[in-house]
T-cell receptor
Framework: NAGVTQTPKFQVLKTGQSMTLQCAQD?????MYWYRQDPGMGLRLIYY???????DKGEVPNGYNVSRLNKREFSLRLESAAPSQTSVYFC????????FGPGTRLTVL | GNSVTQMEGPVTLSEEAFLTINCTYT??????LFWYVQYPGEGLQLLLK?????DKGSNKGFEATYRKETTSFHLEKGSVQVSDSAVYFC?????????????FGQGTELSVKP
């Protein structure tokens, strides 16, 4: 029972490159979330998915896309990375309270 | 809109000192309140929660009481340990608002010295 897993743990990109952050859960929760964590700003919601096949924008969706193809997996895609997207990204799932993955530390040069 | 404000860090304490981290919130509706803790290099873990006014959440010696009259949810611990060194986040969630998303304060870094 791994809970919430994220891959990769670390990534360095050049400006303009694309990549997908993966999140998977074995907790059988409907709701999944992507947050970014920046110094002094707490965590901010990028996108969320209330159930399989549905996604909605959060506070800071620009520059990102998401995909919820099944109940277990919720991916976050950066089509053309920018230095402003350097951050730590957390996936979370929710029942009564949210459970977080270990995070992906992304640096965009 | 909904928001959370926490006292700024870093906070440095000696072992066995008393800890208070202030948290106040603004919310429409009836929020649930949470404290999350993040240890270095790790994700966030739920520390405690309260779902209605006057509820007290507690865990691992930490406590926080949901005060609707002062819109506060201050975190306290009577005697901190070195192992409590971490970043603490206050958060709120309003059911039916964007899927029950969490709104976080900016985090307070706690460093406990032996």
């Amino acid at each position: 029972n791994a809970g919430v897993t994220q891959t990769p743990k670390f990534q360095v990109l050049k400006t303009g490159q694309s990549m997908t952050l993966q999140c998977a859960q074995d907790m059988n929760h409907n709701s999944m979330y992507w947050y970014r964590q920046d110094p002094g700003m707490g965590l901010r919601l990028i996108y969320y998915s209330a159930s399989e096949g549905t996604t909605d924008k959060g506070e800071v969706p620009n520059g990102y896309n998401v995909s919820r193809l099944n109940k277990r997996e919720f991916s976050l895609r950066l089509e053309s990375a920018a230095p402003s997207q350097t951050s730590v990204y957390f996936c979370a799932v929710r029942q009564a309270e949210q459970f977080f993955g270990p995070g992906t530390r992304l640096t965009v040069l | 809109g909904n928001s959370v404000t926490q006292m700024e860090g870093p906070v440095t304490l000696s072992e066995e000192a008393f800890l208070t981290i202030n948290c106040t919130y603004t919310a429409t509706g009836y929020p649930s309140l949470f404290w999350y803790v993040q240890y270095p290099g790790e994700g966030l873990q739920l520390l405690l929660k309260a779902t209605k006014a006057d509820d007290k959440g507690s865990n691992k010696g930490f406590e926080a009481t949901y005060r609707k009259e002062t819109t506060s949810f201050h975190l306290e611990k009577g005697s901190v340990q070195v192992s409590d060194s971490a970043v603490y986040f206050c958060a709120l969630s309003v059911l039916y608002n964007q899927g029950g998303k969490l709104i976080f304060g900016q985090g307070t870094e706690l460093s406990v010295k032996p």
